[in-house]
């Protein structure tokens, strides 16, 4: 190539899951990347922006940076330890396929595992894509839940028989109070058009309020109205605000007793006590509590006054969204603050209408997105995916009991094996992502429990260390795929390749396709297709329901195609407006704000069959508050999504990793800003420089998830990972991750910062 060569302009698409998805401009000369531009379009019309933030013009710096894995390698000190020594593509490729056929054959199909992995949020993903090929080789052991949205999934599900509970965005200008409960997308983004279409209703004079322990980002941006809440208490504000709601005369009756399953006396399942309805529990008829503002200020730290206030507004908006974020319901009984948003959004007939909101996890699709396609699993059993350290250790006992969900046609009652084989590609969920990492790499480090590991990876994370076989994978630069939106978008994008695989890199498709030759299932895997045939295969595919798509050829030169037809949808319209031809998709064809199923089950204590507030384990009021004082939660930061840019040292400036602190609280421990803290439970321990700020509220914590594991050599972490202090144990109902819920306490360090 000649060195007067003009930079060419590549478009491409990030594929990380933060959940924005960004037109990304890959201006390339030599073969190298100069520089990167992001998309502008939307100003002059067309459409939500898809402009990328600072970790998008950053993709270059973080994912093609010198400390690349560069070379297949094998482990060779002992597990976690990090060490490895080269090895080629064929000694990996041998490996790995001989011991998938071992583990298959002494401890069945279903001793293999997949991991959750979200470091490949595209239609070509190495976790999918090893599922694949596993289930045409016998199965594997599933999971279903996310890291996510486990409780919010499950809680709406519940209510609704449906998650698809969300209007369309645009619909928000229609709405006259914006309540946005535990919700952060100026940093989680959500979808790109979340931060686009609130910024529209602030101008419109729409005013926004947030319920969240910390002064978010977005109250920030939007100059948003802050109620600061202890964690984990958002139910017991929501039972006060329904109290008032109901005392005001501001209850939507009508709708309740037209729609709803359990609200109230008259409307409950045939033979349960109508006093289990929920509004006898509001009033107390049974313990003698009425739940009003003042006896929720206590639990939640709210004054009685705010939670009056606003009860009030969003009783009388007519229409009102509360709209819910996902850290709410990562803590230890997320289930029931999920239910609480839904119960409030009920109450008030907020759902079915226009500038309204029925809450939960709120899909809206719009157009249906591009999917590999994937045989079935002949093992047929699903763990719920937080409980795979537990399948490592004893699987062989987990049953139903445990969450394991069991395919009707297989007549088991429990699972067959023990996990014995992981394969953890382009995640990082096998330690820095899941919880008490301590434990979680005491299991890992027994090499006869978990027998062979297999990552792929760009960096030596700290998954990585704990692979037996580890593999460099390629960076979004170095091969195609297609991208779709997180949740309400109307686009798709191509990832175009930009440059040539780094080293020795490869995408997982590649191998495991010679994987598959070595299992003699070649054909089966592949169908004869490279990974850019699958792509346009199953694009085409897609063309024939999306009949608005342009030809795959424009489609990969544009990079980028948005939908000009977008319905507007309000979730329930339908329902609401006919519930007796249109029923609520619940065996009782009405919002089940009483549960007959969960009353019926052994979860009463600390899932009962109404949203009412239930005190959690290792909340405020825990004994173990004696100990450990301060409730620790985590959030999604700017800086990185997830632990992906933590390597990138730049990104620091967006965000330094610091612990927040109330100035009550770090003043008690005479600590002052940028000092160096300890921070310990029973689970373990970490260092990290504390900031001192009022954006957070005294007797709360925070401490944003995703830095990478860095243990000292006496076991102590030194980059704030938040990790090594969440617990191993799954709420009652999903077995969801309660990551956010933690006692810890906090105490100067004798180090300086
Ligand atoms: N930049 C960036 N964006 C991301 C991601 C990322 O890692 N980085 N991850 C993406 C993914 S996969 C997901 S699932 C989403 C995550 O999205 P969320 O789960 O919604 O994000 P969080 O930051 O965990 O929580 C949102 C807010 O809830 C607050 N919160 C925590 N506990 C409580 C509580 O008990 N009550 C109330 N009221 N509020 C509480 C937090 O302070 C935070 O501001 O974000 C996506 N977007
Ligand atoms: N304490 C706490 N823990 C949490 C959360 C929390 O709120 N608090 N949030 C949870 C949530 S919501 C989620 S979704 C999970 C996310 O957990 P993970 O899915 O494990 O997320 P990442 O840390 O982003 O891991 C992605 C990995 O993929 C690698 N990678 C990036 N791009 C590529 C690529 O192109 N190819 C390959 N081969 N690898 C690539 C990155 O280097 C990184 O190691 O974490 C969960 N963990
Ligand atoms: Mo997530």
Not at 587 to 611: L, N, Q, W
Request: hydrophobic fraction near 35%; include cysteine; glycine fraction near 8%.
């Amino acid at each position: 190539m000649s060195r007067q060569e003009e930079a060419r302009i590549i478009p491409t698409t990030g594929r990380n899951n933060c959940g924005g998805r960004c037109v990304i401009n890959a201006y390339v000369k030599d073969g190298k990347i100069e520089k990167l531009t992001t998309d502008t379009k939307h100003e002059s019309g067309e459409g939500i922006p898809l402009t990328a933030c600072i970790r998008g013009l950053n993709y270059h710096k973080t994912f093609l940076g010198e400390d690349r894995l560069r070379y297949p390698m094998k482990r060779t000190g002992e597990r976690g330890e990090g060490k490895f020594q080269r090895i080629t593509w064929d000694e990996a490729i041998d490996t790995i396929a001989s011991q998938w056929v071992r583990i298959r054959d002494t401890y069945g199909p279903g001793s293999r595992y997949v991991n959750y992995a979200t470091g490949v949020s595209a239609l070509m993903r190495g976790s999918s894509l090893a599922k694949r090929l596993l289930s045409l080789d016998g199965g594997f052991l599933d999971y279903y839940n996310s890291y996510s949205t486990a409780c919010i999934r499950q809680a709406t599900e519940l209510m609704y028989g449906t998650c698809r509970t969300g209007n369309c965005l645009e619909d928000w200008l229609n709405s006259n109070l914006l309540l946005l409960w535990g919700h952060n997308p100026a940093e989680t983004k959500f979808d790109s058009g979340t931060m686009y279409y609130l910024k529209k209703a602030k101008e419109k004079g729409i005013p926004i309020v947030v319920v969240d322990p910390r002064r978010n980002d977005t109250v920030q941006e939007l100059d948003a109205e802050w109620i600061p809440i202890r964690p984990a208490t958002d139910s017991a504000m929501m039972d006060a605000m329904a109290y008032v709601i109901v005392e005001e005369g501001l209850w939507d009756k009508a709708f309740t007793d037209r729609c709803c399953l359990g609200f109230d006396r008259e409307h409950m399942p045939e033979g349960i006590a109508p006093s289990e309805c929920y509004l006898s529990y509001l009033k107390g008829e049974r313990d003698g509590i009425a739940k009003t503002p003042r006896w929720a200020e206590k639990i939640t730290g709210v004054s009685a006054q705010q939670i009056r206030s606003l009860a009030l507004r969003y009783g009388t908006a007519k229409p009102g969204a509360l709209i819910q974020g996902y850290g709410p319901q990562r803590h230890a009984y997320g289930e029931q603050i999920a239910r609480g948003g839904i119960m409030l959004a009920c109450l008030t007939g907020n759902v079915g209408v226009k500038g309204g909101w029925a809450s939960g996890v709120a899909d809206c699709i719009r157009h249906k997105n591009p999917s590999f396609p994937q045989p079935p699993n002949p093992y047929g059993m699903k763990i719920p995916v937080f409980l795979w350290t537990e399948a490592v250790v004893r699987g062989h006992e987990m049953t139903e009991s445990d969450g394991v969900l069991i395919d009707r046609r297989i007549s088991r009652t429990h699972l067959d094996s023990d996990i014995k084989m992981i394969l953890n590609l382009a995640g990082n969920c096998l330690i820095n992502q899941h919880s008490h990492i301590n434990r979680t790499s005491e299991i890992l480090k027994d090499t006869s429990k978990c027998q062979f590991i297999v990552c792929s990876d760009l960096f030596m994370t700290a998954s990585a260390k704990y692979a037996d076989i580890l593999l460099p994978g390629v960076s979004m630069f170095e091969c195609e795929n297609i991208t779709m939106p997180w949740q309400y978008g109307d686009f798709l994008g191509f990832g175009n390749q930009v440059i040539d695989p780094l080293y020795e890199c490869r995408f997982e498709y590649d191998w495991l396709c010679e994987v598959a030759e070595r299992l003699g299932l070649g054909r089966e895997f592949s169908q004869g297709r490279t990974g850019g045939q699958w792509l346009e295969f199953l694009y085409n595919g897609l063309r024939e329901e999306e009949t608005e798509l342009p030809e795959y050829k424009i489609f990969k030169q544009k990079g980028i195609y948005r939908y000009k037809n977008n319905p507007h949808i309000i979730a329930f319209e339908k329902e609401r407006a006919d519930p007796d031809k249109y029923p609520f998709p619940t065996k009782s064809g009405k919002i089940e704000i009483f549960s007959e199923k969960v009353y019926r089950t052994e979860y009463k204590d600390c899932f009962p069959a109404i949203p009412r507030y239930v005190e959690p384990p290792e909340g405020a009021q825990d004994l173990l508050s004696d100990k450990y004082p301060l409730q620790l939660i985590g959030w999604h930061t700017k800086r990185r999504c997830h632990s992906i840019h933590d390597n990138n040292r730049a990104m620091d400036k967006a965000d330094p990793q610091r612990l927040w602190l109330n100035p009550q609280d770090a003043q008690a421990r005479e600590l002052k800003d940028g000092d160096m803290a300890l921070v310990w439970n029973d689970r373990g321990r970490m260092m990290i420089p504390v900031k001192v700020t009022d954006r957070i509220m005294a007797g709360v914590a925070a401490l944003s998830q995703g830095a990478w594991y860095r243990p000292d050599g006496e076991g102590t972490d030194r980059a704030g990972s938040i990790n090594v202090l969440t617990s191993l144990k799954p709420t009652p109902y999903a077995r969801g991750n309660p990551q956010h819920t933690n006692l810890v306490e906090v105490k100067r360090a004798e180090e300086e910062a």
